[in-house]
Nanobody, 122 residues
Framework: QVQLVESGGGLVQGGGSLRLSCTAS????????VGWFRQAPGKEREFVAA????????NYADSVKGRFTISRDNAKNTVSLQMSSLKPEDTAVYSC???????????????WGQGTQVTVSS
């Protein structure tokens, strides 16, 4: 089993930055693909970014490309999401997930964290 815990969420002004972390226990995260998803109130969960088991491959939603960066820190068994130039429409609960394929569908991931709230003020 893999347990995932997100951290780093909070309230930030538009144009600001936040760094989310997804820390795993129970299994080495470097052996898994990791994705970040978000869900805003009243909306469906949407894909944000993913990183493959081999770090050179990353995948981003068009809405965050150029503003968000996903990366690994294998020594800390962590995957981070650096978010810059944040917009009010980025407000959502952000969740990390782990699986075998760095895909855009939530069905690619079998392990999920509880999520962390990100709120961007205008």
């Amino acid at each position: 089993q893999v347990q995932l815990v997100e951290s780093g969420g909070g309230l930030v002004q538009g144009g600001g930055s936040l760094r989310l972390s997804c820390t795993a226990s129970g299994r080495t995260l470097s052996n898994l693909a990791v994705g970040w998803f978000r869900q805003a109130p009243g909306k469906e969960r949407e894909f944000v970014a993913a990183i493959s088991r081999s770090s050179p491959y990353t995948n981003y939603a068009d809405s965050v490309k150029g503003r968000f960066t996903i990366s690994r820190d294998n020594a800390k068994n962590t995957v981070s999401l650096q978010m810059s130039s944040l917009k009010p429409e980025d407000t959502a609960v952000y969740s990390c997930a782990a699986g075998l394929v760095a895909g855009r569908s939530s069905h690619n991931y079998g392990y999920w964290g509880q999520g962390t709230q990100v709120t961007v003020s205008s």
